[in-house]
Nanobody, 132 residues
Framework: QLQLVESGGDLVQPGGSLTLSCTAS????????ISWFRQAPGQARQGVSC????????GYADSGKGRFSISRDNDNSVVYLQMRNLEPADTGIYYC?????????????????????????WGRGTQVTVSS
């Protein structure tokens, strides 16, 4: 079993930066693909980024390409999401989720799977607010 806890959310001005952490406890963290999702009030959940179990394959939603960077430290059971040049549209609750199944595209990029039941474990989220 895995327990996931997100942290690092904050109020930040447009153009600012934040680094979110997804810290896991439990066993076999290095066997899971970790994904980040976000949900803004009144909107559907959307995938943000993912990283495979080894950390070699990453993927990003179009909204975050060039601005977000995902990484992981399997020794310490943490996945990071570095976000820069933040926009008000990035506001929302950010969740991390763990899946035992890995999916990559033809270029070897991690594919964010937003499918009901795909992820085995979810965290409770951390709030990110981008506002002046």
């Amino acid at each position: 079993q895995l327990q996931l806890v997100e942290s690092g959310g904050d109020l930040v001005q447009p153009g600012g930066s934040l680094t979110l952490s997804c810290t896991a406890s439990g066993s076999n963290f290095d066997k899971y693909t970790i994904s980040w999702f976000r949900q803004a009030p009144g909107q559907a959940r959307q995938g943000v980024s993912c990283i495979d179990s080894s950390g070699r394959s990453v993927g990003y939603a179009d909204s975050g390409k060039g601005r977000f960077s995902i990484s992981r430290d399997n020794d310490n059971s943490v996945v990071y999401l570095q976000m820069r040049n933040l926009e008000p549209a990035d506001t929302g609750i950010y969740y991390c989720a763990a899946a035992s199944t890995e999916t990559t595209d033809s270029r070897g990029n991690c594919v964010i799977q937003d499918i009901q039941g795909w992820h085995d474990y979810w965290g409770r989220g951390t709030q990110v607010t981008v506002s002046s």
